[in-house]
């Protein structure tokens, strides 16, 4: 069984799909654009400015489903610009303990839903997590 997760304070998805989906202890997260939810538009040009965005709604929806970034076990970055790479490390590498980071892909891409220059997806696991959350 898998149960649609749909934080109240996250953007709400462009497309037919579900931001998140949890499944046996396992959170998919869509990837996420740097959004603002309150004014459903991009936070500004600037790449950190963007991807802090992006952390921030992906935190959103590890919250609902009653998990955090310790619980994050593997991440894709979609650049624009892989220029940025090390400005996006940055404010990534902030969110998550040094001992334990998830694996990950960087790709650069053409690009990305309304013009974003970073859009990030992930998994995270939590044997706590039930399919009754919401």
Known sequence: ???IIS?????????PYSGAILVEGFLYVSGQ???DPSSGKIVSDNIKDQTLQ???NLKYYLQCAEMNFE??????IFIKD???FSKINEVYGNF????????RETIEVSRLPKDAHVEI?????????????S
Do not use: C, Q, R, W
Request: hydrophobic fraction near 35%; glycine fraction near 2%.
């Open 1 to 3: 069984m898998k149960k």
């Open 7 to 15: 934080p109240t304070n996250a953007p709400k998805p462009i497309g």
């Open 33 to 35: 654009i740097p959004v």
């Open 54 to 56: 992006v952390m921030k």
């Open 71 to 76: 619980n994050v076990i593997k991440t894709s």
């Open 82 to 84: 892989m220029n940025d």
């Open 96 to 103: 998550f303990n040094e001992s334990n980071y998830p694996a």
């Open 121 to 133: 997806s992930l998994i995270a696991h939590s044997s706590k997590a039930k399919n009754t959350t």
